[in-house]
Nanobody
Framework: QVQLGESGGGLVQDGGSLSLSCEAS??????????MGWFRQAPGKEREFVAA????????VYGDFVRGRFTIARDNAKNTVYLRMNNLTPEDTAVYYC??????????????????WGQGTQVTVSS
Protein backbone atom coordinates (compact mmCIF):
# COMPACT_ATOMS: atom_id res chain seq x y z
CA GLN A 1 0.00 0.00 0.00
CA VAL A 2 1.05 3.55 -0.70
CA GLN A 3 0.85 6.06 2.11
CA LEU A 4 1.10 9.82 1.83
CA GLY A 5 2.11 12.02 4.72
CA GLU A 6 1.65 15.78 4.67
CA SER A 7 3.37 18.32 6.83
CA GLY A 8 3.86 22.06 7.02
CA GLY A 9 0.38 23.28 7.81
CA GLY A 10 -0.24 25.89 10.44
CA LEU A 11 -1.51 29.34 11.23
CA VAL A 12 -0.34 32.36 9.25
CA GLN A 13 -1.39 35.96 8.92
CA ASP A 14 -3.15 37.40 5.93
CA GLY A 15 -0.54 37.94 3.24
CA GLY A 16 1.85 35.43 4.72
CA SER A 17 3.48 32.36 3.25
CA LEU A 18 3.52 28.69 4.05
CA SER A 19 5.20 25.62 2.59
CA LEU A 20 3.70 22.16 2.56
CA SER A 21 5.38 18.86 1.84
CA CYS A 22 4.14 15.37 1.15
CA GLU A 23 6.19 12.19 1.13
CA ALA A 24 5.02 8.89 -0.28
CA SER A 25 5.98 5.60 1.31
CA UNK A 26 4.94 1.97 1.48
CA UNK A 27 5.89 -1.47 0.23
CA UNK A 28 3.69 -1.08 -2.84
CA UNK A 29 5.15 2.28 -3.76
CA UNK A 30 6.09 2.49 -7.44
CA UNK A 31 9.58 3.57 -8.30
CA UNK A 32 8.13 6.94 -9.23
CA UNK A 33 4.57 8.12 -8.85
CA UNK A 34 3.37 9.58 -12.11
CA UNK A 35 1.20 12.33 -10.66
CA MET A 36 1.39 14.09 -7.32
CA GLY A 37 -0.69 17.04 -6.30
CA TRP A 38 -2.73 18.92 -3.77
CA PHE A 39 -6.40 19.43 -3.05
CA ARG A 40 -8.06 21.41 -0.31
CA GLN A 41 -11.38 21.34 1.46
CA ALA A 42 -12.93 24.01 3.64
CA PRO A 43 -15.83 23.33 6.02
CA GLY A 44 -19.08 23.02 4.16
CA LYS A 45 -17.41 23.05 0.77
CA GLU A 46 -16.43 20.42 -1.75
CA ARG A 47 -12.89 19.33 -2.31
CA GLU A 48 -11.08 21.80 -4.54
CA PHE A 49 -8.14 21.26 -6.84
CA VAL A 50 -5.05 23.26 -5.93
CA ALA A 51 -2.10 22.05 -7.99
CA ALA A 52 -0.56 18.94 -9.50
CA UNK A 53 2.46 17.86 -11.48
CA UNK A 54 2.95 14.89 -13.77
CA UNK A 55 6.27 13.13 -14.17
CA UNK A 56 5.80 11.56 -17.59
CA UNK A 57 5.30 14.82 -19.46
CA UNK A 58 6.35 17.39 -16.89
CA UNK A 59 2.99 19.11 -16.95
CA UNK A 60 2.10 21.36 -14.04
CA VAL A 61 -1.42 22.64 -13.49
CA TYR A 62 -2.87 25.02 -10.90
CA GLY A 63 -6.37 25.66 -9.70
CA ASP A 64 -8.26 28.67 -10.93
CA PHE A 65 -7.99 30.47 -7.60
CA VAL A 66 -4.24 30.12 -7.26
CA ARG A 67 -3.57 33.08 -9.55
CA GLY A 68 0.19 32.78 -9.50
CA ARG A 69 0.49 32.67 -5.72
CA PHE A 70 1.41 29.00 -5.33
CA THR A 71 4.23 26.91 -6.70
CA ILE A 72 4.31 23.14 -6.83
CA ALA A 73 7.52 21.16 -7.11
CA ARG A 74 8.55 17.56 -6.65
CA ASP A 75 11.59 15.48 -5.97
CA ASN A 76 11.09 12.20 -7.78
CA ALA A 77 14.02 10.52 -6.07
CA LYS A 78 12.47 11.27 -2.68
CA ASN A 79 8.88 10.63 -3.76
CA THR A 80 8.03 14.00 -2.33
CA VAL A 81 5.92 16.88 -3.56
CA TYR A 82 5.99 20.42 -2.21
CA LEU A 83 3.63 23.34 -2.30
CA ARG A 84 4.85 26.86 -1.67
CA MET A 85 1.99 29.22 -0.92
CA ASN A 86 2.49 32.97 -0.96
CA ASN A 87 0.17 35.89 -0.33
CA LEU A 88 -2.28 33.75 1.56
CA THR A 89 -5.72 35.06 2.40
CA PRO A 90 -8.44 33.83 4.77
CA GLU A 91 -10.13 32.25 1.75
CA ASP A 92 -7.23 29.82 1.60
CA THR A 93 -8.13 28.40 5.00
CA ALA A 94 -8.80 24.69 4.54
CA VAL A 95 -7.47 21.23 5.09
CA TYR A 96 -4.91 20.56 2.40
CA TYR A 97 -4.63 17.01 1.12
CA CYS A 98 -1.82 15.43 -0.77
CA UNK A 99 -2.88 13.12 -3.58
CA UNK A 100 -1.05 10.86 -5.99
CA UNK A 101 -1.48 8.20 -8.63
CA UNK A 102 0.74 5.96 -10.70
CA UNK A 103 -1.73 5.86 -13.56
CA UNK A 104 -0.41 6.75 -16.97
CA UNK A 105 -3.73 8.31 -17.94
CA UNK A 106 -5.46 10.73 -15.62
CA UNK A 107 -6.98 14.18 -15.43
CA UNK A 108 -4.98 16.34 -13.07
CA UNK A 109 -7.91 18.40 -11.81
CA UNK A 110 -10.20 15.45 -11.13
CA UNK A 111 -9.99 13.99 -7.61
CA UNK A 112 -11.43 10.65 -8.71
CA UNK A 113 -8.36 10.14 -10.87
CA UNK A 114 -6.15 9.93 -7.79
CA UNK A 115 -5.63 6.66 -5.94
CA UNK A 116 -3.66 7.67 -2.87
CA TRP A 117 -4.53 10.35 -0.34
CA GLY A 118 -2.93 11.78 2.74
CA GLN A 119 -4.69 12.57 5.98
CA GLY A 120 -4.51 16.29 5.37
CA THR A 121 -2.86 19.21 7.06
CA GLN A 122 -4.71 22.24 8.36
CA VAL A 123 -3.89 25.64 6.92
CA THR A 124 -5.45 28.59 8.69
CA VAL A 125 -5.02 32.17 7.52
CA SER A 126 -6.11 34.87 9.92
CA SER A 127 -7.31 38.27 8.81
Amino acid sequence: QVQLGESGGGLVQDGGSLSLSCEASGRALPTYLNTMGWFRQAPGKEREFVAATRRTNGRTVYGDFVRGRFTIARDNAKNTVYLRMNNLTPEDTAVYYCAATDRTESMLRRPQDYDYWGQGTQVTVSS
